[in-house]
Nanobody
Framework: QVQLVESGGGSVQAGGSLRLSCAAS????????MAWFRQAPGKEREGVAAIDSGLSTRHAESVKGRFTISRDNAKKTLYLQMNSLKPEDTAMYYCAAGGAMTWSSLLSPSFYGYWGQGTQVTVSS
């Protein structure tokens, strides 16, 4: 079965960096679109960044220039490098895997069928 396991979350001060990882198993990883989502308390889950099988990426406007999504198909691992973190980046971060979808759907959670359990990121001011 499909398994996605996130790691790398933690507590940092504003301006700091973290690197999230998501280890995948149980499916043909390289063919799936992979993405990072986040959800803060009381807010809806929002798309952070996505990467397709051809390594094309899309980042949310709120993280452009600060976060970078990447993937290592040989290691079946997804990454999110987060720099210049802000308190508003505080959330539970989830990785997700999905099949074919349009470019406009890449950051929509409803198009992803597989989810990890999440890793908490807390940024203090």
């Amino acid at each position: 079965q499909v398994q996605l396991v996130e790691s790398g979350g933690g507590s940092v001060q504003a301006g700091g960096s973290l690197r999230l990882s998501c280890a995948a198993s149980g499916y043909t990883y390289s063919t799936y679109i992979m993405a990072w989502f986040r959800q803060a308390p009381g807010k809806e889950r929002e798309g952070v960044a996505a990467i397709d099988s051809g390594l094309s990426t899309r980042h949310a406007e709120s993280v452009k220039g600060r976060f970078t999504i990447s993937r290592d198909n040989a290691k079946k691992t997804l990454y999110l490098q987060m720099n210049s973190l802000k308190p508003e980046d505080t959330a539970m971060y989830y990785c997700a895997a999905g099949g074919a979808m349009t470019w406009s759907s890449l950051l929509s959670p409803s198009f992803y069928g597989y989810w990890g359990q999440g890793t908490q990121v807390t940024v203090s001011s």
